[in-house]
């Protein structure tokens, strides 16, 4: 299984809107609503942001998004904050198994 | 609020075998509805999924490391286990236990992470 593909980077300012993709296969992300999204701050573990798709878990900020369009799915995160800049990393159910993106490190200017 | 707590050698000679446990406390491993995973995170670099258990002892492992992966579970105890066998520098990495949702495969709750390094 190959790791589903993010951007390296997405960057901006306080308060702008950006959107993180995350292209898998017919076989992971286009074959289940299963896709996930997970942010991680250096040296902590990653916390759940958004499954299911689109769900958010109780606690996390509406300023979390998540959609999906064929192969690709998206995390958007609107209102950007400092607090926001991390890691993130997708995430969808194939096969039995698991497979992560590549991770995306956005940085907030 | 359940929690997850890796333990286990932090640093493990090559051709050698990894062993860690996970221990859960505020929850019930046997009570159902999660898989119980191992993820794995090399240095700088992105997540890698190596396998889950259910309570019943079904597992599932990731194809590229199924040939040297163990995982078990000890219910009595509320703990899992990862075992690597024939370990090499690039399985140096930060090991984390997680607990996983059945029908969903999202990742609700992780354990903080332990480095392990593999060096002679």
């Known amino acids: 299984q190959s790791a589903l593909t993010q951007p390296a980077s997405v960057s901006g300012s306080p308060g702008q809107s950006i959107t993180i993709s995350c292209t898998g296969t017919?076989?992971?992300?286009?074959?289940?609503?299963?896709v996930s999204w997970y942010q991680q701050h250096p040296g902590k573990a990653p916390k759940l942001m958004i499954y299911?798709?689109?769900n958010r878990p109780s606690g996390v900020s509406n300023r979390f998004s998540g959609s999906k369009s064929g192969n690709t799915a998206s995390l958007t995160i609107s209102g950007l904050q400092a607090e926001d800049e991390a890691d993130y990393y997708c995430?969808?159910?194939?096969?039995?198994?698991?497979?992560f993106g590549t991770g995306t490190k956005v940085t907030v200017l | 609020q359940v929690q997850l707590q890796e333990s286990g050698p932090g640093l493990v000679k090559p051709s050698q075998t990894l062993s860690l446990t996970c221990t859960v406390s505020?929850?019930?491993?046997?009570?159902?509805?999660?898989?119980w995973s191992w993820i794995r995170q090399h240095p700088g670099k992105g997540l890698e999924w190596i396998g889950y258990?259910?309570?019943?002892?079904?597992?599932y492992y990731n194809p590229s490391l199924k040939s040297r992966v163990t995982i078990s579970v000890d219910t009595s105890k509320n703990q899992f286990s990862l075992k690597l066998s024939s370990v090499t520098a690039a399985d140096t990495a930060v090991y984390y236990c997680?607990?996983?949702?059945?029908?969903?495969?999202?990742?609700?709750?992780w354990g903080q992470g332990t480095l392990v390094t593999v060096s002679s």
């Open positions: 997680a607990r996983e949702k059945v029908g969903g495969y999202d990742i609700d709750y």
């Open positions: 505020g929850g019930s491993i046997s009570s159902g509805g999660y898989y």
């Open positions: 258990i259910y309570y019943s002892g079904s597992t």
């Open positions: 017919s076989s992971d992300v286009g074959g289940y609503n299963y």
């Open positions: 299911d798709v689109s």
């Open positions: 995430s969808s159910y194939t096969s039995s198994s698991l497979v």
